[in-house]
């Protein structure tokens, strides 16, 4: 499938749960916000299936970015965005992108470095055609390696972030919920 932002954006609306988290986001007034990963990618997978878009989909992802690195301040945003979403019924997971480096390596036993933004959080995938950011206020998609791997389904190691194990692992994931998709081993052409 041929994938524009577009496209994606009215594909990935078409899930109520991403349409209602996209039009309340801005009531947060955070930096940086967007909506991202699986509620994404996986509702133009499951529309490319012809299931629901909400199908598969276990978290609802928001990244922002604060340069306050207090647990209390992140904390006090996941407060009040359990509040503003609670209605729907989902896990929404809110992360502030300036604190990931302090938590990774416990959590995935490996370092991360410092990240200077939201979107260094979308590059940091282990699926190139994953990373993809949507900016409800603007309305503006953020893909750093396009969209085409993404609509052909096809799954390759993000060069940014290269871990064969995890990436192996969360390629079978895909798999198992939307057999057709194709695993490329790094160095694949077509990236972007």
């Not at 950011?133 to 609509?151: M, N, Q, R």
Request: proline share 6%; glycine share 8%; hydrophobic share 40%.
């Amino acid at each position: 499938m041929k994938l524009t932002p577009e496209c994606l954006v009215t594909i990935e609306m078409s899930n109520p749960i991403n349409k209602h988290i996209a039009s309340r986001l801005s009531s947060l007034r955070l930096s940086q916000c967007m909506l991202t990963a699986g509620c994404l990618f996986q509702a133009v997978w499951s529309h490319q299936a012809g299931l629901p878009a909400a199908s598969g989909v276990k978290d609802y992802d928001i990244f922002y970015f604060d340069a306050d690195l207090s647990w209390e301040a992140e904390n006090e945003v996941i407060l009040e965005t359990r509040q503003l979403f609670n209605d729907l019924g989902v896990k929404i997971d809110i992360k502030n992108q300036a604190r990931v480096h302090l938590w990774y390596g416990e959590r995935f036993g490996r370092a991360c470095p410092r990240l200077g933004s939201a979107r260094d959080g979308v590059d940091r995938y282990l699926v190139a055609g994953t990373c993809i950011g949507f900016d409800p206020e603007t309305g503006e998609v953020y893909a750093p390696y396009g969209l085409d791997d993404f609509g052909q389904g096809l799954l390759r190691p993000n060069p940014q972030n290269l871990q064969p194990d995890l990436f192996a692992y969360k390629a079978r994931s895909y798999q198992e919920r939307w057999p057709w998709l194709k695993v490329l081993e790094p160095g694949s052409p077509g990236l972007g």
